[in-house]
């Protein structure tokens, strides 16, 4: 019901016997000032026409449809035309694949053979060290295989036997190490680097397709919890410790090209240069995006300097005055930013991406590592991210027709 003097009475939802006022300025300068007293507007208003409630859009609305109404009447009363007013309604159909069902099929039922057969490939490459003295060790190949394999099956070091034996029985490894001597596998930190660069092996292959990448990092619980005792409540507090993974993940394939672990509250900022670096070394960069806590102008320059545009979004403190004193990527990034907003977020939304490749690891493989210590808790969670990539290319396989030769796609 409209009132008197740019004042509407709008209802409540929830109180059938209260109701809102909301006001109106059409005298402002760039078009109309809206007001209502309800508490959600008085909450998140902060400016002019920012903040609206929704008793605000129901007369914003109501406005619409009357003017429509007013322009059909005046248009009618026109004796010498007659009128038929037509409303245009567009409709964005949201973009739907289809499901190749016959190779989805196909890629769950054989996926663990091919996984596999993958894994041994990709271990086969990896040089084994020189022995001098002692007992014989376990191989390095078969130690790397029976860790990322563990990892991929979700089950116990003991419950685990079973299939780390029926791999040496398939050839995959040449002796099926005790679940103990597994253990101390994960507590071993020189894995740790070669589990990284068996990553971006894996990404290799497709280094021809992936040009534009997305950084970000993830949450893996873990087992254990940090006690305190508080003095100021007298009480024992207690919290969960946990890791955190940094990727970087090509936004067309969700493959994962360099990967780091840290603990749970590390930067994410200072990881991206480095992984950067390290995706650069194989795939060629055209585009990097990234969420907010990567904005620094070392990160601008770590993305520039491989020919690739960076894909930041500025805070909301980012003002013109401290711009001006960065360097002319950084202002003019900035100015991109705030200018063509729309043509930005377009680029920056393909960040998504690495969301959709977490979300994958973490559905499959779980969200929570099992080990005790920090070294093994790192190279679980790097398996972790390794079977996420060869799981890729297990659906490749089958719908793409893609045969991944992992160490010579590296090599190239």
Request: hydrophobic share 40%; with cysteine; aromatic share 12%.
């Amino acid at each position: 019901m409209r009132a008197k003097g740019g004042r509407w009475l709008v209802p409540s939802q929830t109180n059938n016997t209260k109701g809102y006022i909301d006001s109106f300025d059409s005298t402002v300068p760039n078009g109309v000032d809206y007001r209502c007293d309800c508490a959600e507007f008085q909450f998140r208003h902060t400016a002019p026409q920012t903040g609206y409630c929704k008793h605000i859009y129901a007369v914003m609305v109501t406005l619409t449809a009357e003017t429509n109404a007013e322009r059909t009447e005046r248009l009618a009363a026109d004796g010498t035309r007659t009128v038929t007013e037509k409303v245009t309604t567009t409709v964005t159909k949201r973009t739907t694949y289809k499901q190749v069902w016959p190779a989805y099929n196909a890629a769950q039922t054989q996926g663990k053979a091919t996984f596999l057969r993958l894994l041994a490939d990709l271990c086969a490459g990896v040089p084994e060290p020189e022995q001098h003295m002692g007992r014989k060790r376990i191989p390095l190949r078969d130690s790397l295989f029976g860790a990322t394999f563990k990892v991929y099956s979700t089950l116990s070091g003991r419950r685990f036997q079973t299939d780390l034996r029926d791999a040496q029985t398939a050839g995959h490894i040449s002796r099926a190490p005790h679940y103990n001597s597994l253990f101390r596998c994960f507590e071993d930190p020189a894995l740790t680097p070669i589990l990284q660069e068996l990553v971006s092996v894996s990404a290799a292959p497709l280094a021809s397709i992936e040009d534009m990448f997305a950084v970000d990092a993830t949450g893996f619980t873990t087992t254990r919890f940090a006690r305190w005792f508080d003095h100021k409540w007298g009480d024992v507090k207690e919290k969960r410790e946990w890791m955190k993974v940094h990727a970087m993940v090509g936004t067309k394939t969700q493959i994962v090209t360099a990967v780091d672990v840290s603990h749970g509250y590390a930067n994410d900022a200072p990881y991206l240069a480095p992984l950067t670096d390290k995706t650069a070394e194989t795939f060629t960069l055209t585009e990097v995006s990234a969420d907010r806590a990567y904005l620094s102008r070392k990160n601008f320059a770590a993305v520039d300097k491989h020919g690739a545009v960076p894909f930041i979004p500025f805070k909301s403190n980012s003002v013109a005055w401290g711009i001006a004193r960065n360097t002319a990527l950084y202002r003019r990034r900035f100015h991109y930013f705030n200018m063509e907003r729309d043509a930005f977020m377009a680029q920056y939304h393909k960040r998504s991406n690495v969301e959709a490749a977490f979300s994958m690891m973490k559905r499959k493989f779980g969200d929570s590592l099992r080990s005790k210590t920090q070294v093994a808790q790192f190279n679980e969670a790097l398996c972790k991210v390794l079977c996420h990539n060869i799981c890729y290319f297990i659906q490749s396989i089958h719908e793409l027709g893609i045969t991944p030769h992992f160490w010579q796609e590296a090599a190239a």
